[in-house]
């Protein structure tokens, strides 16, 4: 007799013994058979919906090998009341048997394909009421005020369950925001905050994806708007996919979303948060995250003078307001892409090529060079004291499967240390006004090819050119330039006007 046992718990707030509770039922209910002690498969804090488990997957490999399949009851193998059925079909088509030692389940018996779909339905039910209870208990909890799950990085839970700020990582919080808020990207952001060792939210090192704000989905530290002391639950609700068994993110209608002022919670003022929501929007229009990235230098920026409606490309060569195309409620505002794109770049150009312009963009340069320089040593420091501790595991004679490829990562650190090391602030400087100049010069092909360059070309220029006719002429005005200009250092822009 071939016998095999499989036992699975659910969550991290169940223990690795309930694994040894179930596998000793097995092993009690084998010994009684007069049965040889089963063989165990298992799955530590994984939901009995998911059919992906590790363990399970090589129990149905393996099941061919074994006579009894030994479970603690069936929602130990699924609580998908089609997984259960189609799990024990298959190993009774083997030829295996499929025992349940506490709820009596046994594929042997004639009339258990009725059991095991009734316990199947029954587990699957069991978990859409702990999911609808799980659901109201956070939804009082929210609107209480209190934390409903999800602590956000920079808040702790105090002992009466409310959030309070944890200050030590609120200052990394207000370093994201300003950072991102002078010209950073995400990925330069979490860059400088893993150099500095400062651990992520989960621990370890920092991903732009944690940094990176969605604003349509709230989420990122960026558009998180409980930094600005709003708390919104019940965004989003997770929904199995009946493939993988894996959970997938719905989103609600916010018509269900349950806002709460929290001004206490607040990690940032007013105006940090409305100035990086609306930076955020800039960038999404700029690299076109709802759909394929924008294929013209001012898709999304013009605006009709008309009605303040968005200009779009009506044609193979003119931009044309969208609501006299699509709604019929403006005259319609015309012009040519090549003639504005041309008029609104040669403005920009010739404001960059001024001495002013470049003078900024060189003490720029060299302040960075010289923060990065400064860095380096540390660097370089960090990397030999990782080398250094691999040669003294290798003399040790500790030697695991991956010793080798740590050699390699840490003597590869090593020389990208030292290569940044060598580099100085003066070795850059000759050529400094011939890039930035050629940079210039190929505004516009720069603007075309890169969702990044688009990006601080509206930073530049804002994000609503307004179109208007003038006695027959269409001029484009730069409303507000100069609030836009303050996050491109120097350029010294002024309000303009260009013909088209």
């Known amino acids: 007799m071939r016998v095999a046992a499989y036992a699975r718990y659910s969550s991290d707030s169940q223990r690795d013994a309930s694994l040894e509770d179930q596998l000793r039922n097995c092993r009690s209910y084998a010994e009684r058979q007069g049965w040889p002690a089963p063989i165990p498969y298992t799955d530590a804090a994984m939901s009995g919906a998911r059919n992906d488990r590790p363990g399970y997957l090589r129990l149905l490999a393996d099941a061919g090998r074994f006579d009894v399949i030994l479970i603690d009851d069936l929602t130990r193998l699924s609580r998908d009341s089609v997984e259960a059925t189609k799990a024990t079909r298959r190993m009774t088509f083997a030829g295996v048997r499929v025992i349940g030692v506490s709820d009596g389940l046994d594929t042997g018996r004639k009339g258990h394909k009725a059991e095991v779909g009734l316990r199947g339905l029954m587990g699957e039910?069991?978990?859409?009421?702990?999911?609808?209870?799980?659901?109201r208990g956070?939804?009082?909890?929210?609107?209480?005020?209190?934390?409903?799950?999800?602590?956000?990085?920079?808040?702790?839970v105090t002992s009466t369950g409310q959030r309070a700020i944890r200050e030590d990582q609120a200052e990394v919080v207000r370093r994201i925001f300003a950072e991102y808020l002078s010209g950073m990207s995400p990925r330069e952001?979490?860059?400088?905050l893993n150099r500095d060792g400062l651990p992520s939210p989960r621990g370890r090192t920092w991903a732009?994806?944690?940094v990176a704000g969605d604003v349509r989905r709230g989420i990122g530290i960026l558009a998180n708007p409980i930094y600005a002391g709003r708390q919104v639950w019940n965004r989003s609700r997770w929904e199995k996919n009946p493939d993988t068994g894996r959970r997938v993110r719905r989103e609600r209608p916010r018509s269900e979303w349950v806002v709460r002022e929290h001004p206490e919670l607040a990690i940032v003022d007013a105006g940090t948060w409305a100035a990086t929501e609306r930076r955020l929007r800039l960038q999404s229009r700029a690299s076109g995250t709802a759909g394929r990235p924008p294929r013209h230098v001012l898709s999304g920026i013009l605006r009709c003078g008309e009605c303040g409606g968005p200009l779009v490309m009506v044609d193979r060569y003119k931009y044309g307001c969208t609501n006299a195309k699509q709604r019929g409620t403006c005259r319609g505002i015309r012009v040519g892409r090549k003639e504005a794109d041309n008029?609104?770049?040669?403005?920009?150009r010739e404001q960059l090529l001024a001495e002013d312009a470049f003078r900024a963009y060189q003490k720029a340069v060299v302040a960075h060079l010289r923060t990065d320089n400064g860095q380096a040593g540390k660097r370089l420091a960090e990397a030999q004291r990782w080398h250094g501790n691999v040669m003294q595991a290798i003399r040790a004679g500790i030697i695991t499967p991956s010793t080798k490829t740590d050699l390699e990562a840490?003597?590869?650190a090593v020389r990208d240390a030292e290569a940044a090391a060598r580099v100085r602030p003066a070795t850059m400087l000759p050529r400094m006004r011939e890039r930035w100049e050629r940079i210039v010069r190929d505004l516009d092909g720069y603007a075309r090819n890169s969702a990044q360059?688009?990006?601080?070309?509206i930073d530049l220029i804002g994000d609503s050119i307004t179109v208007r006719n003038e006695n027959g002429d269409l001029v484009a005005e730069i409303a507000d330039s100069q609030s836009q200009i303050a996050l491109v250092a120097g350029a010294g822009f002024e309000p303009a006007t260009f013909g088209l």
């Not at 039910?125 to 659901?135: F, G, M, P, V």
């Not at 952001?189 to 400088?192: F, K, L, N």
């Not at 008029?343 to 920009?348: H, N, P, Q």
């Open 138 to 156: 956070l939804m009082g909890r929210a609107l209480d005020g209190a934390s409903a799950g999800g602590l956000p990085y920079g808040y702790q």
């Open 410 to 412: 840490a003597e590869a």
């Open 208 to 210: 732009a994806s944690a």
């Open 125 to 135: 039910l069991y978990l859409d009421d702990l999911r609808d209870k799980t659901h």
């Open 343 to 348: 008029a609104v770049l040669a403005g920009v």
């Open 453 to 457: 360059a688009r990006a601080s070309l």
């Open 189 to 192: 952001i979490v860059t400088g």
